[in-house]
């Protein structure tokens, strides 16, 4: 089944485009569903010091997180890859800080997709509540 809302989706092509990967040469869309209704998307952004690039999921929190929002309910990540591509461990743990229910949909431009919870994706995560 296709879950993926259409806006999502378009703003994930739009940070694919916008994409900064030159060493790569891989490109990373990622758009959230924030909790105020509103869309937060982000592309990668590598560096020259290679260790300092960081992934399109990364990119659209900090967007997020500083315009005052703390939490989201969807994930679209865009690639070209087949099967379409998952957010890396690092992404997760970070992904789970802000919404470890959210779902994930990763989708390519054949239009396959693959759908998780954020949970799923990183089971018995370490967040928020551990610190409690
Ligand atoms: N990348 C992301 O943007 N998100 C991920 O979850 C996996 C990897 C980026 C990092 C780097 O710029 C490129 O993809 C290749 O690893």
């Given at each position: 089944?296709n879950?993926?809302?259409?806006?999502l989706?378009?703003?994930?092509?739009?940070?694919f485009?916008?994409?900064?990967?030159?060493?790569?040469r891989?490109?990373?869309?990622a758009?959230?569903?924030?909790?105020?209704g509103k869309?937060?998307?982000?592309c990668?952004?590598?560096?020259a010091?290679?260790?300092?690039?960081r992934?399109?999921e990364?990119?659209?929190?900090q967007k997020?997180?500083?315009?005052?929002?703390r939490?989201?309910?969807?994930?679209?990540?865009?690639?070209?890859?087949?099967?379409?591509?998952?957010?890396?461990?690092?992404c997760r743990?970070?992904?789970?800080?802000?919404?470890?229910?959210a779902?994930?949909?990763?989708?390519n431009?054949?239009?396959?997709?693959?759908?998780?919870?954020?949970?799923?994706?990183?089971?018995a995560g370490?967040?928020?509540r551990?610190?409690?």
């Amino acid at each position: 089944m296709n879950t993926i809302d259409p806006d999502l989706l378009a703003a994930a092509k739009t940070a694919f485009d916008r994409a900064y990967a030159p060493y790569s040469r891989f490109q990373v869309g990622a758009a959230l569903l924030g909790t105020d209704g509103k869309i937060y998307a982000g592309c990668n952004v590598e560096n020259a010091s290679y260790g300092l690039s960081r992934c399109a999921e990364q990119t659209a929190i900090q967007k997020m997180v500083s315009e005052g929002v703390r939490g989201f309910s969807k994930a679209v990540v865009y690639t070209l890859a087949s099967p379409p591509s998952s957010p890396c461990g690092a992404c997760r743990q970070i992904l789970f800080e802000f919404g470890e229910n959210a779902e994930v949909v990763m989708v390519n431009d054949q239009n396959e997709t693959r759908v998780f919870t954020v949970s799923e994706l990183l089971p018995a995560g370490f967040g928020p509540r551990d610190l409690e």
